[in-house]
């Protein structure tokens, strides 16, 4: 168990529709980053905050906006899904630099129909 | 896009046979990590190797690093039927303003018992 959790673990949808996504980051830790799994395209980082402001974006679709709570938990907002957007989604935490050992959340399965 | 590459796709052995991952890269890092992947499940770091290191062990994993030709590799020792999985390299990029760890496709390796 590395300390962050993720909610929902599954979630089917439609073409079209919006989903948030939640994850709670380990205690004490400070940035939390989100990655897209896919088949084809591997792991894929999308966004990194930092302490609720946002660090870093990576392959992050202009329908997909995330944003991390005082409390330090963070969601991943993916709107207009497509049939594409079918992936694991997963939420890591580090203490502070992404350059280190980051700890991965369980993943939330989105299938989208 | 991906920075690292591993080596081969994937791996089938008999347990107690040793396991060789290799991981190539493209540009200067500050460190590469190893992560392990079970079936669906969230990554789980398993060692760090710092630009300045060049071999590194933890347990029955040993990893290797050599920045002159921009490659790492995993060796598993020993190996278990509980060592089947994905295992990724990571690479943090030494470059300023740098601020993810970039992943490669994986190697899947299958433990046979």
């Known amino acids: 168990d590395s300390g962050v959790t993720q909610t929902p673990k599954h979630l089917i949808t439609a073409t079209g529709q919006r989903v948030t996504l939640r994850c709670s980051p380990r205690s004490g830790d400070l940035s939390v980053y989100w990655y897209q799994q896919s088949l084809d395209q591997g792991l894929q980082f999308l966004i990194q905050y930092y302490n609720g402001e946002e660090r870093a974006k990576g392959n992050i679709l202009e329908r997909f906006s995330a944003q991390q709570f005082p409390d330090l938990h963070s969601e991943l907002n993916l709107s207009s899904l497509e049939l594409g957007d079918s992936a694991l989604y997963f939420c890591?935490?580090?203490?502070?630099?992404?350059?280190?050992?980051?700890?991965f959340g369980p993943g939330t399965r989105l299938l989208v129909l | 896009s991906q920075q690292g590459e591993e080596d081969p796709q994937a791996l089938s052995i008999q347990e107690g046979e040793n396991a060789t991952m290799n991981c190539s890269y493209k540009t200067s890092i500050n460190n590469l990590q190893w992560y392990r992947q079970n079936s669906g499940r969230g990554l789980v770091h398993l060692i760090l190797i710092r630009s300045n290191e060049r071999e590194k062990h933890s347990g029955r994993l040993r990893v290797t690093l050599d920045t002159s030709k921009k490659s790492s590799s995993l060796l598993i020792t020993a190996s278990r039927a509980a060592d089947t999985a994905s295992y990724f390299c990571?690479?943090?990029?030494?470059?300023?303003?740098?601020?993810?760890?970039?992943f490669g496709k994986g190697t899947k390796l299958s433990v046979i018992p």
């Open positions: 890591a935490s580090s203490v502070g630099t992404p350059i280190g050992t980051q700890y």
């Open positions: 990571a690479t943090a990029d030494s470059g300023a303003g740098s601020y993810q760890l970039t």
